[in-house]
């Protein structure tokens, strides 16, 4: 059956490592988002992509990298440069017009 | 600068009444709406959304409702139900072309007791 996928629901790191989330989605989705939500916060857009091997910042891109070889695939990287990476990241896909969320990642930098 | 508001951070309703979210946003390019329906450590799920041509649009036992004027947008459950517990979100979307950026609201936690 199709959907987002996200993994793993969690991850813990040692401060000044970089660390990859990944995303994966079989709904033949061109366009795909990474947001992280933090307590009381609503949904924060990191990056997204339009379509494969295009990509853009979103409002928080400082400290986070991405890449989109594939259309199923849109992986995150926390870099160490990220000053409060500890958050719950949401991966989504978009068909016309809603946007599909993945189950999310839980983050914890110590 | 927050484009796009809720009214309350959270409201309590008793199982079978009414629920209503209420969200305000500023910017009168955005053309299409949305709710959301989050559970904890899960991803938002889509519930209902609502384009700027219409005013309203209903689905079951939820409603929005889009006041453009008043830049007011609101959503109803009837009957509320003990599983309608979860945080609400509404997002908009700015007429920018193919872009479809969702702008979101900070979430209304929503308590159905039985």
């Known amino acids: 059956d199709g959907g987002i996928t996200q993994s793993p629901k969690y991850l813990f790191r040692k401060e000044g490592q970089n660390v990859t989330l990944s995303c994966e989605q079989n709904?033949?989705?061109?366009?795909m988002y990474w947001y992280r939500q933090d307590p009381g916060q609503g949904l924060r857009l990191i990056y997204y992509?339009?379509?494969?091997?295009?990509?853009q910042k979103g409002d928080i891109a400082e400290g986070y990298s991405v890449s989109r070889e594939k259309k199923e695939s849109f992986p995150l990287t926390v870099t160490s440069a990220q000053k409060n990476p500890t958050a719950f990241y949401l991966c989504?896909?978009?068909?016309?017009?809603?946007?599909?969320f993945g189950p999310g990642t839980r983050l914890t930098v110590t | 600068d927050q484009q796009v508001k809720k009214n309350s951070p959270s409201l309590s309703v008793q199982e079978g009444r009414i629920s209503i979210l209420n969200c305000d946003y500023t910017?009168?390019?955005?053309?299409?709406f949305l709710w959301y329906k989050k559970y904890p450590a899960e991803g938002p799920t889509f519930l209902i959304s609502?384009?700027?041509i219409k005013d309203k649009n209903e689905d079951g036992r939820f409603t929005v409702f889009l006041n453009k004027s008043a830049k007011h947008l609101s959503l109803h459950i009837v009957p509320s139900q003990p599983g309608d517990s979860a945080v609400y979100f509404c997002a908009a979307s700015p007429n920018a072309g193919n872009n479809r950026k969702l702008i979101w609201g900070l979430g209304t936690s929503l308590a159905v007791n039985p």
């Open positions: 609502i384009s700027s």
């Open positions: 709904l033949n989705h061109d366009a």
């Open positions: 910017n009168s390019m955005f053309d299409y």
């Open positions: 989504a896909s978009r068909d016309t017009s809603e946007q599909y």
């Open positions: 992509s339009q379509i494969v091997n295009d990509f």
